[in-house]
């Protein structure tokens, strides 16, 4: 029998009296969900719940102004200008962004995609010296290079004009580029930190066509991939980065982009009705499947593409890889699962394996942290190199414990919850434990349990149509803002199964007073046969939309018995 992981339940505390009297013109449910969003005054709920599109400037980015003028100059002398950009969603929705305002324009401009298994991630010299040696002048890069210094030094040398746009962490050493734009370097004011890739691409497109207007052209045009690209990076999903989604969701709403359209069309997704939610778990993986099994050309290409037929062809294939990465990824995951020992004691999980696949080691990491809440290193050991991907949880920051190995590292990058590294192999056993060391001293002693956090708690005769409504105006969700979340107690178990492969998920039929409502709870089969009768939930509520029919269901995250203590 599976004995789940227990997490703690934190239910936000009550409005106070002061913010429901702010909110008065407001719904009180929807008034608490405000305020759980640290939302008190009739100006800030406001612009929460009505603005979308750009909030800021993008004058105020450092370097900006060097960065057009770079672009326009090689714009005017003719020459072909690369969009070097990354293999992820952000990365490749920002090389489009870029690649296709250069080409209104009439600029001869290419994007450029490194390999991941050949190549890793970044900005690497092999790469600029084929550039150069192509005769490219002009490289700008989308999603990366902010870390890059050597390559930076020797696109200098070789003469390429070199201008960086990334929204990573910079290391000491800022890059001696023509032009950089992240607005975490230091000088830097620009109001809104936590952009993603595709949004700092498309500040550079707005700046350019403030600079040189052109009749019937806007850098809202390409809001809808600023939204894929922006939900996909799991950024946080506050101030502008929100406002660029909300607005980007509705341009997708309206199928302009025939790339994306196929792929919908493809996974069985209504774009009429998408959502953030969409995004992560249906659009995000089948762009990401490119990348992490061959090459994210073919997703690009998807992108990029005009005519329809050739669309449906690419998003086929995607489709299909899709489906072959989530087989790798359970396979994987089972490996590493017994190459843990069950998560060994150790505050960090650290696995490296010579046949575990470049692509897909972020996602067992995933798995790994969600499992056991434990920092997550999965990585590939090559002929010379060790590649591998890193998932956090909010106690640990990631980065900087790479920051503190960098001399065992060739390169690394990432966020605080995420990244990635390149290692020769004679270092990974130092590498390993100096991680270790690093963990067991900043998370020893800690009570390593992972907090759900929930709105309120809700009586299911609350639960009617109209919360859904509140809930739309909400959106769009993610981190920072995360989805809705309830808690029901003394909820009765009518009916349950697994469901899925391998019975991995379940559902459910709950009851609570007279009222009865079906639900699911993914990747909690193992409560099969071992439910109590009386259970406290929490969860979303949604509306399914299955064959044509709609219904109101409950997406269970967490099951505990009634009476546990949370």
């Known amino acids: 029998m599976h004995t789940p992981l227990r997490k703690h339940w934190q239910v936000a505390a009550p409005i106070s009296d002061s913010a429901a009297a702010n909110l008065g013109e407001y719904p009180p449910l929807l008034q608490q969900l405000l305020f759980n969003r640290e939302i008190t005054t009739p100006e800030a709920a406001q612009r929460f719940l009505n603005t979308s599109g750009s909030l800021h400037s993008p004058c105020s ?9 770079c672009l326009l100059h090689a714009i005017d002398a003719g020459e072909e200008i690369v969009v070097y950009g990354d293999y992820d969603v952000d990365g490749v929705t920002a090389t489009v962004l870029l690649v296709q305002l250069l080409r209104v324009y009439g600029a001869k401009a290419r994007g450029y995609i490194p390999n991941r298994f050949d190549e890793g991630y970044g900005l690497n010299i092999e790469a600029l010296e084929g550039l150069h040696q192509e005769g490219i002048r002009t490289v700008v890069t989308v999603d990366c290079g902010i870390r890059s210094p050597r390559e930076a030094e020797y696109a200098r040398a070789q003469g390429i004009t ?98 994306v359209c196929s792929l919908a069309n493809t996974a069985g997704l209504n774009l009429g009705a998408i959502r953030s939610h969409d995004i992560g ?3 995000g993986p089948r762009l990401n499947a490119a990348g992490r099994l061959e090459s994210a050309l073919d997703a690009y290409s998807l992108l990029m593409q005009e005519d329809i ?20 990824t359970r396979q994987m995951q089972e490996e590493a699962e017994l190459l843990t020992g069950g998560g060994n004691g150790n505050e960090l999980l650290f696995i490296a394996h010579p046949d575990f696949n470049m692509g897909v080691v972020g996602l067992v990491a995933s798995r790994l942290t969600e499992q056991y809440y434990r920092p997550s290193v999965v990585a590939t050991k090559g002929l010379e190199f060790t590649r591998g991907s890193c998932r956090s949880i909010p106690d640990f920051h990631i980065t900087r414990a790479l920051d503190q190995c960098s001399h065992l590292l060739v390169r690394h990058g990432g966020h605080a919850m995420a990244a990635g590294f390149t290692a020769k192999n004679e270092n990974v056993p130092a590498l390993e434990k100096q991680l270790l060391e690093i963990a067991a001293l900043e998370l020893g002693g800690k009570s390593l349990r992972p907090v759900l956090q929930a709105d309120m708690e809700i009586g299911f005769q609350d639960l009617h149509p109209r919360v859904l409504e509140y809930l739309d105006a909400l959106e769009p969700a993610g981190w920072g803002n995360p989805e809705t979340v ?64 709609e219904s109101l269901q409950l997406n269970v995250r967490d099951i505990k018995p009634t009476n546990q203590p949370d």
């Open 61 to 69: 980015l450092k370097g900006i102004g060097t960065a057009v003028e």
């Open 162 to 259: 070199l201008i960086i746009t990334d929204h990573h962490e910079p290391e000491e050493e800022i890059p001696d580029a023509a032009a950089i734009v992240c607005p975490k370097q230091p000088g830097d004011e620009y109001p809104d930190k936590n952009l993603a890739g595709v949004g700092l691409a498309f500040k550079v497109a707005e700046a350019i066509l403030s600079a040189r207007p052109l009749p019937g052209v806007s850098a809202a045009d390409w809001l809808d991939l600023v939204a894929i690209g922006t939900v996909a990076d799991v950024v946080p999903m506050t101030g502008e980065n929100r406002s660029l989604v909300k607005a980007g969701l509705r341009m997708l709403q309206t199928c302009r982009r025939p790339g």
């Open 281 to 283: 778990f249906i659009i």
């Open 309 to 328: 037929a050739e669309a449906g062809l690419l998003a086929q294939k995607l489709d299909d890889q899709n489906r072959y990465r989530q087989e790798l």
């Open 486 to 549: 309830f808690v029901s107690r003394n909820v009765k178990v009518i009916s349950h199964r697994g469901m899925g492969n391998e019975g991995r998920h379940l559902r459910l039929t709950l009851r609570s007073g007279e009222i009865v409502y079906d639900a699911v709870a993914f990747r909690q089969g193992f409560w099969a046969g071992q439910l109590p009768p009386e259970i406290d939930i929490m969860y979303s509520f949604e509306k399914n939309c299955y064959r044509g029919r």
